[in-house]
């Protein structure tokens, strides 16, 4: 089994900072991507941004120069830096990674999502 614990959400002023972390454990081989996304209430789940194993970063055009992504293999953990928020950013953060069990075999695992509010 494999398990995505998130942390970092929480209640900040707009224009603040905020970072989450999500960190992958159980039976890993590797990890592929490792992504952020973010449901707001009567919204779909949007991607926010998304790294690959060499470090290609994608992000959505409401976040890009606001956001950075990172990752650390050696912890398997992905990183989410969110600045200048705003409350439009208001949303649960889902962490997502593609864990290869084995060479052959893998799975799309999601985290258990954190709430991040920004007041206005």
């Known amino acids: 089994q494999v398990q995505l614990v998130e942390s970092g959400g929480g209640l900040v002023q707009a224009g603040g900072s905020l970072r989450l972390s999500c960190q992958a454990s159980?039976?890993?081989?590797?990890?592929?991507?490792m992504g952020w996304y973010r449901q707001a209430p009567e919204k779909q789940r949007e991607l926010v941004a998304a790294i690959s194993t060499g470090g290609t970063t994608n992000y959505a055009d409401s976040v890009k120069g606001r956001f950075t992504i990172s990752r650390d293999n050696a912890k398997n953990t992905v990183y989410l830096q969110m600045s200048s928020l705003k409350p439009d950013d208001t949303a649960v953060y889902y962490c997502?990674?593609?864990?290869?069990?084995?060479?052959?075999?893998?799975?799309?695992?999601w985290g258990q999502g954190t709430q991040v509010t920004v007041s206005s």
């Open positions: 997502n990674m593609y864990v290869k069990l084995s060479l052959i075999m893998g799975k799309n695992v």
């Open positions: 159980g039976s890993i081989f590797s990890i592929t991507t």
